[in-house]
T-cell receptor, first 115, second 116 residues
Framework: AQKVTQAQTEISVVEKEDVTLDCVYE???????LFWYKQPPSGELVFLIR??????QNEISGRYSWNFQKSTSSFNFTITASQVVDSAVYFC????????????FGTGTRLTIIP | EPEVTQTPSHQVTQMGQEVILRCVPI?????FYWYRQILGQKVEFLVS????????KSEIFDDQFSVERPDGSNFTLKIRSTKLEDSAMYFC??????????????FGEGSRLTVL
């Protein structure tokens, strides 16, 4: 069985601060994908990143960066110099490499950026 | 850029009524999915559909639910007799992979269902 844990239910930071959202996962698969999605107040799911379990390189995209540590089964997400538009619920998710592309989502972290 | 489209964006219905939510997946995709998100909770898998049949379903997907691909483009979720607890956002998704996944799963913008 697959499981994704996002222990932080809510985080508030002041604009321009850096913030890290934690994600820990469990899977018996040796190969898998990890994802982060953003859900703004409008409700849609916005894809942010997909990571193949073979690739442990950290990734940076603008103010966003991801730290994948297979040894600790974690895939953390950092927003640098946060902005009010970053306020949203962020979901971490996991899917198998083979078979059904079924995503298992974490419970989400509600991030509020205070102006 | 191709996208998954869903209709309606919001539907309000009375308890006990039948509801059909519609999705148009990306045209060359092979796998289709429905997910559900009750307000304030996590997104949960309902069902996957491949080669004109259900490939996997969750325990949420009971006999009240059904899916269909009535033509070459639409993928529908039907709830036969809605209950209050069916109120949620329903997301359709599609992917082109079969077997060896690419991890490329495309979500629609969701259909919000409110059962009164």
């Amino acid at each position: 069985a697959q499981k994704v844990t996002q222990a932080q239910t809510e985080i508030s930071v002041v604009e321009k601060e850096d913030v890290t959202l934690d994600c820990v996962y469990e899977t018996r698969d040796t190969t898998y994908y990890l994802f982060w999605y953003k859900q703004p107040p409008s409700g849609e799911l916005v894809f942010l990143i997909r990571r193949n379990s073979f690739d442990e390189q950290n990734e940076i995209s603008g103010r966003y960066s991801w730290n994948f540590q297979k040894s600790t089964s974690s895939f953390n997400f950092t927003i640098t110099a946060s902005q009010v538009v970053d306020s949203a619920v962020y979901f971490c998710a996991l899917s198998p490499r083979f078979g059904n592309e079924k995503l298992t989502f974490g419970t989400g972290t509600r991030l509020t950026i205070i102006p | 850029e191709p996208e998954v489209t869903q209709t309606p964006s919001h539907q309000v219905t009375q308890m006990g009524q039948e509801v059909i939510l519609r999705c148009v997946p990306i045209s060359n995709h092979l796998y289709f999915y429905w997910y559900r998100q009750i307000l304030g909770q996590k997104v949960e898998f309902l069902v996957s559909f491949y080669n004109n049949e259900i490939s996997e379903k969750s325990e949420i997907f009971d006999d009240q639910f059904s899916v269909e691909r009535p033509d070459g483009s639409n993928f529908t979720l039907k709830i036969r007799s809605t209950k209050l607890e069916d109120s949620a956002m329903y997301f359709c998704a599609s992917s082109r992979a079969a077997g060896a996944n690419t991890g490329e799963l495309f979500f629609g913008e969701g259909s919000r269902l409110t059962v009164l």
